[in-house]
Every structure is written in structure tokens, then in C-alpha cells.
């Protein structure tokens, strides 16, 4: 599956950017899909992670009670919400997309078989 990420940009801090996640010529409803993010230097981190046709979503602490990964109706499309965000938050986002992973295996790049071109974000303070 080929993956497009979009949506990244210059914003201030605490303010607020939506990524997107889609698969060209199909819909993401049967994978599992998370998001990445890398500052030069740095190993790829992982930012959140939504399960295969449900919506059981997991989050680095980091993150948690600021980004929020959700699917639309027509499961085409995997979004992160990213709000207040810091300029620690500064990377390349990445989505990634596989199918059957485990619970203890979301959080891991070496995990994802599918990657999309990555989204530069980038917050100013």
C-alpha cells in the first residue's frame, strides 16, 4: 500500500496542525496504522498508533492529552490531530501502515511494513 502523509507546517507555539494519513486506491480499514517522528541525529520516535477496523488508539506520553490519531467514516484516511503543540514537537511526521500487529508491537518502527513520504512540522516558540 502507498501511503501519502500531508498537512505539516509552521505554526506557533500552541497552536494547532492536522496531519493525514492516505493510502492511494484503497481504504486503511483493515490496517494498522501510526504515526513517527524524526529530528535529525535521532532515531525514528513513535507518536500514536490506531488499531486495524477499530478505533483502540495508543499515544507516547509525550503526546498523550494533546494529539489525537482518529479514521474517517470511509476509513480512506487516517488523521493526527496535534494541538498545543511545543517546539519540542518539531520533526518530520511519518505514517506507517501494517497488518496484525500485536499490542507490544505498535510503538515500533521496525514493526510497519508500509511508510509514507514524511510531513515536516515545525514550531516556532
Known amino acids: 500500500v502507498q501511503l501519502q502523509a500531508s498537512g505539516g507546517g509552521l505554526v506557533q507555539a500552541g497552536g494547532s496542525l492536522r496531519l493525514s494519513c492516505a493510502a492511494s486506491?484503497?481504504?486503511?480499514?483493515?490496517?494498522?496504522v501510526g504515526w513517527f517522528r524524526q529530528v535529525p541525529g535521532k532515531e525514528r520516535e513513535f507518536v500514536a498508533a490506531i488499531r486495524r477496523y477499530g478505533s483502540t488508539t495508543y499515544y507516547a506520553d509525550s503526546v498523550k492529552g494533546r494529539f489525537a490519531i482518529s479514521r474517517d467514516n470511509a476509513k480512506t484516511t487516517v488523521y493526527l490531530q496535534m494541538n498545543s503543540l511545543k517546539p519540542e514537537d518539531t520533526a518530520v511526521y511519518y505514517c506507517?501502515?501494517?497488518?496484525?500487529?500485536?499490542?507490544?508491537?505498535?510503538?515500533?518502527?521496525?514493526?510497519?511494513?508500509?511508510w509514507g513520504q514524511g510531513t515536516q512540522v515545525t514550531v516556532s516558540s
Open positions: 506507517a501502515a501494517d497488518t496484525g500487529l500485536i499490542t507490544s508491537s505498535y510503538g515500533r518502527a521496525s514493526s510497519y511494513h508500509y
Open positions: 486506491g484503497r481504504t486503511l480499514s483493515g490496517y494498522d
